[in-house]
């Protein structure tokens, strides 16, 4: 029967376990904190539009560097943080020997020393996220919102060179007034 046989380690107490044997050398892991990245987006956003980012990153991220399987992993662990399901998120992690230095998803790494980032957005949604979708400029509209006072319009539309009365409220955008025409 073969076998490997080597010399035992030398303990050093930076490398001794409490029960007096000699720990395994991990490296510098961190356990997943149970706690949600607050970040402020630049421009605000929608949740479709945090969702569709979302989407373009692990759509793209496995083409560049690292490989497919830590990718995938990586995406099932986020998901499971964006359930508050830490346990499992920390089961994936294990899984698929990612060491993560900081605890977060943000900076990790695989077992062959290959790092893996994550932008925020895929872990979290922003503080200042908008709570309806924008129109085709990047407004919120305000169609079919009752804000506003109601304003009545003779316009003249190009097409047909005729006048016609156009009602608008006074938060409606010029896009959604077009709309309504």
Known sequence: MGGCVGAP?????????????????????VPLR????????????????????REEFWDTAPAFEGRREI???????????????????????????????????????????TRYQLPVYCLSFPLNILPRSPDKEGHPEAEGSMEGE???????LSTTSVDTRLTVRSTDTIATAKKKA
């Open 34 to 53: 149970h706690e949600r990245i607050r970040w402020k987006s630049d421009m605000p956003l929608t949740e479709t539009q945090v969702r569709s980012k």
């Open 150 to 156: 109601a304003l009545v319009l003779r316009v003249r």
């Open 9 to 29: 380690r030398e303990t050093t107490p930076s490398t001794a376990s409490p029960g007096g044997g000699a720990a395994p050398l991990t490296g510098k892991n």
């Open 71 to 113: 990718w995938d992993a990586l995406k099932a662990a986020a998901l499971a943080i964006e359930t508050h399901d830490y346990n499992l998120a920390q089961a994936i992690i294990d899984g698929a020997n990612i060491t993560l230095p900081n605890g977060a998803l943000t900076d990790c790494y695989d077992e062959l020393g």
